[in-house]
């Protein structure tokens, strides 16, 4: 049995005891992760996803954390005073070891989902923000069961209109991201919705933050071409 499976932008066809070089996922050496995207099952029964196959999944094991070979980036643009730069860059990668193959299942499996490093920094990000949120509704739920219907349907008109203006706030409070290079209000809104507000997270990416975030807003080399680290540094300042 074979499966096509998708991580890190990517497809790759997979077999158990395939040794994998993967986009660099949040996960340690020896843990066990389950990906969750799978396009394609073959083998006796193929099935083929529209877009995924529900239910299956790929499982493996984490081997280690490494970098790729050094890849020497040249930039020089016309027109602009000779400008030009060489930088090296080394893709943090993870490397891992398919274990097993699930057809169907995949939700009872009980093994943590494959997340890219910044995907799983939004999740602990959002997970964080709402837990005050559930321990303030706990003493709520002790309540009788005749009440708490009602109780329900009184908050749930008041919670959305506090909802929209913590959003609004959030937007509001957000540096303007149109003044970097390139960004129009359309990319400023997808920066957003990806938990991007400020020029100060825009100085802190990392090389791997920049490759997710090329992947993650289908503009391939756009971040490096147009320079908005630098220029993130600067107007952060």
């Known amino acids: 049995m074979f499966a096509v499976l998708k991580t890190g932008g990517k497809q790759y066809k997979v077999q158990a005891g395939d040794v994998l070089r993967v986009e660099k996922l949040a996960a340690n050496a ?3 992760i389950q990906f969750n995207e799978i396009l394609m099952i073959g083998g006796d029964k193929p099935a083929v996803g529209a877009p995924l196959v529900e239910g299956a999944a790929v ?5 280690e954390q490494i970098k ?8 020089k643009r016309r027109r602009k005073h000779s400008s030009q730069r060489t930088k090296g860059h080394r893709q943090q990668l993870t490397l891992l070891r398919v274990t097993d193959i699930l057809a169907s299942g995949a939700d009872k499996s009980g093994v943590s989902a494959a997340l890219g490093t910044a995907a799983a920094r939004i999740a602990a990000h959002e997970t964080g923000t709402t837990a005050p949120a559930k321990k303030a509704e706990a003493p709520k739920a002790a ?3 005749a009440a708490a219907p009602k109780a329900e349907k009184a908050a749930a008109p008041k919670a959305a209109p506090k909802a ?5 706030a959030a937007t509001a409070a957000a540096d303007d ?3 970097l290079s390139g960004v129009g209000p359309a990319l400023e809104k997808k920066l957003h919705e990806a938990g991007v507000t400020s020029f100060a997270q825009i100085a802190a990416w990392t090389d791997a933050d920049v490759a997710e975030m090329d992947e993650k807003l289908s503009f391939k080399g756009r971040i490096e071409r147009e320079g ?4 993130a540094k600067d107007l952060a300042k």
């Open 228 to 231: 908005w680290v630098g220029q």
């Open 164 to 168: 929209e203006k913590t959003a609004e």
């Open 143 to 145: 309540t009788s069961k």
């Open 177 to 179: 991201l149109k003044k």
């Open 59 to 63: 499982q493996a094991e984490v081997i």
């Open 68 to 75: 790729a070979d050094k890849v020497i980036h040249y930039v």
């Open 30 to 32: 020896g843990d066990k």
